[in-house]
């Protein structure tokens, strides 16, 4: 038994106006986040060879790394988001209460994401 196709089921999850602004809010954030990642990063990606990846009230700046590691939370945020888009698509059918609270969640865990890009970009202005 082949695959069903994947396009049309996409297109029919992301048909009405609740899962429509979920997906651009997520393409937002996601933006978002590799934007101000590679806005304070990207310039200075050449001239240093370590930037600090995380920072802890108790030790200061405790661990390192080289600058795509930087981009670790923004890496993260979208493979969460395809995981999720697909479980979207997979439920929208037949169970579309598990396709809402799939795409909620995923929201908050971009927010989350996205603070956590915020303040590792910071974290390199100084």
Not at 20 to 40: D, E, F, P
Not at 62 to 72: A, K, N, S
Request: aromatic share 12%; charged share 10%.
């Amino acid at each position: 038994m082949p695959f069903p196709p994947v396009l049309p089921r996409f297109r029919a999850a992301v048909r009405g106006p609740l899962m429509t602004g979920w997906l651009a809010l997520c393409i937002l954030m996601l933006a978002a986040s590799y934007g101000v990642i590679g806005w304070v990063v990207w310039p200075l990606r050449m001239e240093e060879r370590i930037f600090p990846v995380h920072y802890t009230i108790y030790f200061g700046v405790d661990r390192v790394g080289p600058w795509w590691q930087v981009f670790l939370p923004a890496y993260l945020a979208t493979a969460i988001f395809l995981i999720n888009l697909g479980l979207v698509a997979a439920f929208a059918e037949k169970e579309p209460l598990v396709a809402r609270v799939s795409a909620a969640v995923t929201v908050a865990i971009l927010v989350v994401l996205l603070a956590a890009s915020a303040l590792v970009a910071l974290l390199n202005v100084a």
